[in-house]
């Protein structure tokens, strides 16, 4: 047999430099650090972590300057890069840099600053930029694991916290779980059709809807498995367990880390996974989709009113949020893909400044995260106080804050969709959701305490909390160039 050719390798740069970063940063670290010496440590820990910031920035220029309009495979078709890939593997590479950077003081202050986080993080955003890329279910799982083996690690990072500790152990147990049902539902994809390409699916699946041929039980069973095991990595209704207990048990910067960048790639991954091979089934697979998606939004609405942890309600906000930005894919069609575009870029702006007002909530140089612990904090805080409730208000979709925007875009497109009740359901359940956030802002502004919070905020913090709440603010006045990038990624998603 003649020998394959050697695969281009251009499309997967980006990929492929930031491996040979992260050893490279792995090497540093191990040589640079002292067990012995405390601050020796440190100083390796933010050595590593200047640097792994650094080639994260260079990675996301990379993204960009490898990449063109056209549509490019390579690996025997198992990975490719387009408009979609580049959006959603700039925003993730930028929030994984972000996360970085406000993680290093609170790692510091509570003496676990190891140089092996950073090189985790950028492990896990390997993973990540594989799962955009993947245009095969082995090509899925791949990029999927090698993510979720650096997350579990994360989770527990706070090693001599018991509450770290439980939540590294549950996200591996349940992911685990998640990782086996839709191994099990690839398994019996590839079983009733023979591929695991997507690009090949496409035409398997065209022609069986086009002859009026009746579609397999197994291949549906098996996508069944397969939308089980993504809605898990998506942390969607009712495959949403683990995520207030690991939210809120895990160190606060690596909960900050769960909720942009690896949500971004589990949604840039289910909307290529459903709606490239399994586009033409739409049919089949919509209604599981909208059930999702409404279970989200109300449990996210009002599971989240009794909490008393600003960690867990992040969880359960994050769990709505997901419930809103999936009636986009619901709906099926280019206008909601982009919807969901718009608002999961717009969720990543939201959350990263509403976490480095978290980063921010210390007493006496300790960490708190009670709800009750804001009150009074905008006459001892107040640009604190102003920030949170610009991030709180923009989550309710208060307008003209960027959070109303990508309401917007989703409910319009479900509205000219035709899919009234899922509009509806999603406008109420964001009046509903609106109660706690803007229960935070009464709590900070109106509520008396008998002891305020530490004034003192770390300067890169301090820096993407101002950054981010700018963002948020003036958004409306140049939503362009986010709605053309969103459109032109949409658009290629489709072939456009």
């Known amino acids: ?285 919509q209604q599981v989709i909208v059930f999702i998606s409404i279970a989200s939004m109300i449990l996210g609405g009002f599971a989240a009113i009794g909490q008393t942890n600003i960690k867990r309600l992040m969880a359960y906000s994050s769990i709505g949020h997901i419930g809103y930005a999936l009636i986009g894919l619901a709906i099926g069609n280019e206008a909601g893909i982009r919807g969901v575009l718009i608002y999961m870029a717009i969720y990543v702006v939201m959350n990263i400044g509403a976490f480095t007002c978290i980063l921010s909530m210390r007493r006496r140089g300790q960490m708190v995260v009670g709800i009750d612990d804001l009150a009074g904090v905008s006459k001892s805080n107040p640009m604190l106080a102003l920030a949170l409730a610009i991030f709180m208000f923009s989550m309710a979709g208060i307008p003209p804050l960027a959070g109303f925007f990508g309401k917007l875009y989703i409910f319009l497109a479900a509205v000219e969709a035709g899919y009234f009740t899922l509009a509806i359901i999603g406008v109420l359940s964001s009046v509903v959701a609106a109660f706690y956030y803007i229960r935070i802002v009464k709590v900070m502004y109106f509520d008396e305490t008998q002891e305020i919070l530490d004034r003192r905020m770390d300067r890169p913090t301090s820096a993407v909390m101002a950054a981010a709440g700018i963002l948020i603010a003036l958004f409306f006045l140049t939503p362009g160039p986010l709605l053309a990038q969103a459109q032109a990624a949409a658009q290629s998603l489709f072939g456009g």
């Open 1 to 285: 047999m003649p020998a394959a050719p050697f695969p281009n390798l251009v499309p997967a740069l980006p990929e492929l430099f930031l491996l040979v970063a992260a050893m490279t940063l792995l090497m540093v670290g191990v040589f640079r650090k002292d067990d012995e010496a405390g601050p020796a440590r440190v100083r390796a820990s933010r050595l590593v972590a200047k640097l792994s910031i650094l080639a994260l920035l260079v990675a996301a220029v990379l993204v960009v300057t490898v990449s063109g309009d056209e549509r490019v495979t390579t690996f025997s078709g198992m990975f490719v890069i387009d408009r979609f890939a580049v959006y959603f593997k700039v925003l993730i590479l930028i929030a994984s840099a972000l996360s970085i950077l406000i993680a290093q003081d609170y790692l510091e202050v509570h003496r676990v600053a190891r140089f092996e986080f950073p090189v985790l993080v950028v492990l896990a955003t390997v993973g990540m930029m594989l799962m955009v890329s993947a245009n095969d279910l082995m090509a899925l799982y791949l990029g999927l694991e090698m993510q979720s083996l650096a997350l579990y690690v994360m989770a527990s990072f706070q090693r001599d916290d018991q509450h770290s500790v439980e939540a590294g152990l549950k996200y591996f147990v349940l992911s685990a779980l998640a990782s086996g049902m839709l191994l099990y539902g690839s398994s019996l994809i590839y079983g009733f059709t023979g591929t695991t390409n997507f690009d090949v699916m496409v035409g398997v699946f065209a022609s069986a809807t086009g002859d009026g041929a009746a579609l397999s039980l197994g291949a549906l069973v098996g996508i069944v498995f397969l939308l089980a095991g993504l809605a898990f990595k998506v942390s969607a209704v009712p495959f949403h367990m683990w995520t207030p207990d690991v939210y809120e048990g895990a160190p606060t910067p690596v909960t900050a880390f769960f909720s942009i960048a690896p949500k971004l790639a589990a949604v840039a991954l289910l909307l290529r996974a459903m709606m490239e091979p399994f586009g033409d089934l739409v049919a089949q697979w």
